[in-house]
Structures are given as structure tokens and as C-alpha cells.
């Protein structure tokens, strides 16, 4: 098993460029994030899907939009991005609700690192 | 608003006990975990506490859990220098900054 895998590894964008980051896990988890990480700030969630079919927003959504095309699959997009969104960008899955509800362990990707000039 | 908060930096000499801290604020968490980043590496669970402990031990690793202060630790005994890495508290739906451990020889 792979786990969860993210690509691109790197990417360098300019300022109003678009770009999708991709993830997929092949766990059969219901429930897949997207967080941002910034130093000092730790881990933010930017958008979740409790499970396929619905999305929903989290800490830090603007700027940003997400699609969960099946259950394996959960994708970022940033429409125009900006050099705020400078991160490196977390996906991870999770069975159940991944939430403090029931033990949900959140299976993390290696990470996406973006650089907007 | 709700919050996870922990100190940035700790620094110990190897083979000492460390101890990482994290305050919270969403009572309503049914558990706690504490999560281990390395350099360039996503973030894995260590371990977790179920809200009803005030103690879990795994190998090197206790957790205590004041749920009356909402304070949880993270104890490493015997600390190795492949210890160093950033750990993270999350609660409910909240991850803290993390905690930078360097760990000397």
C-alpha cells in the first residue's frame, strides 16, 4: 500500500497563475483534508470531505477550492494564486469521521511544497 | 475562539527525559494525539489518549492528560538523537504549532 500520495512534489508559480494539487489513498478512508503548513502557525485545515460526494470548509478556505472526485481522490485547486499561499500543503485521509467524535487517525502525505513570487 | 498551544522549541542532551506540553480548549475532544514530523516528511500519529485517562504509556512514550486544565504532556524517556523532530498536539479539530525537539549528543 502506498498510503497517501501527493503530487506535484515542488512547484513554483507566479502570481495569478492557476495549478491543482493532487492526492489520492488507497486505504478506502472515508474522509480526506487538505491543511496548509506555515511556520509557526502549525497545521491548518483548509478544506475537508467527511466522505464521497461532500466537501466542506475549514479553517482557511479562501483562495482555494476542492474536489473530491471519488473516494480515493481529493484534489486543491488554486484559481489565482498569491503569494500568501506560499506553504507547503498537507493531504491526509482518515476512516470515520476523523474527528475527536471516534479514534480517527489521520494518515498524512509527504507534501506539496508551493512557492508563489 | 478554540486553540492549541504549545512552545516552539525545546532543545535536551541525549539519553535525558523530554517533556513536551500543549494547552487546549475544546472540552468536547474524545481524544488527543500527539503527531511526530521529521525533516520533509508529513506528519505520523505517535500516540493518542482517550479523554476518560489521565495516563497512557507506550514503550518511551507517557501521555498525561489534566482535563480539568486542559493540559496535556508528552514524555520521552530516554531521549535518542532520532527523537528530534517537530511534534505536533491536535485535539478535536485543531492542530497546536508544534514543538521543535533537538535533541544533543
Known amino acids: 500500500n502506498a498510503g497517501v500520495t501527493q503530487t506535484p512534489k515542488f512547484q513554483v508559480l507566479k502570481t495569478g497563475q492557476s495549478m491543482t494539487l493532487q492526492c489520492a489513498q488507497d486505504m478506502n478512508h472515508n474522509s480526506m483534508y487538505w491543511y496548509r503548513q506555515d511556520p509557526g502557525m502549525g497545521l491548518r485545515l483548509i478544506y475537508y470531505?467527511?466522505?464521497?460526494?461532500?466537501?466542506d470548509k475549514g479553517e482557511v478556505p479562501n483562495g482555494y477550492n476542492v474536489s473530491r472526485l471519488n473516494k480515493r481522490e481529493f484534489s486543491l485547486r488554486l484559481e489565482s494564486a498569491a503569494p500568501s499561499q506560499t506553504s507547503v500543503y498537507f493531504c491526509a485521509s482518515s476512516d470515520g469521521g476523523g474527528w475527536g467524535v471516534r479514534l480517527g487517525t489521520q494518515y498524512f502525505g509527504p507534501g506539496t511544497r508551493l512557492l508563489v513570487l | 475562539g478554540e486553540d492549541v498551544e504549545q512552545s516552539l522549541f525545546l532543545s535536551v542532551r541525549e539519553g535525558d527525559s523530554s517533556v513536551i506540553n500543549c494547552t487546549y480548549t475544546d472540552s468536547s475532544s474524545t481524544y488527543l494525539y500527539w503527531y511526530k514530523q521529521e525533516p520533509g516528511a508529513g506528519l505520523q500519529l505517535l500516540t493518542y489518549i482517550f479523554s476518560n485517562m489521565d495516563m497512557k504509556q507506550d514503550q518511551r512514550l507517557t501521555v498525561l492528560l489534566n482535563k480539568k486544565d486542559k493540559h496535556l504532556s508528552l514524555r520521552i524517556a530516554d531521549t535518542q538523537t532520532g527523537d528530534s523532530a517537530i511534534y505536533f498536539c491536535a485535539e478535536s479539530r485543531r492542530f497546536g504549532a508544534g514543538t521543535r525537539l533537538t535533541v544533543k549528543p
Open positions: 470531505s467527511a466522505s464521497e460526494g461532500t466537501t
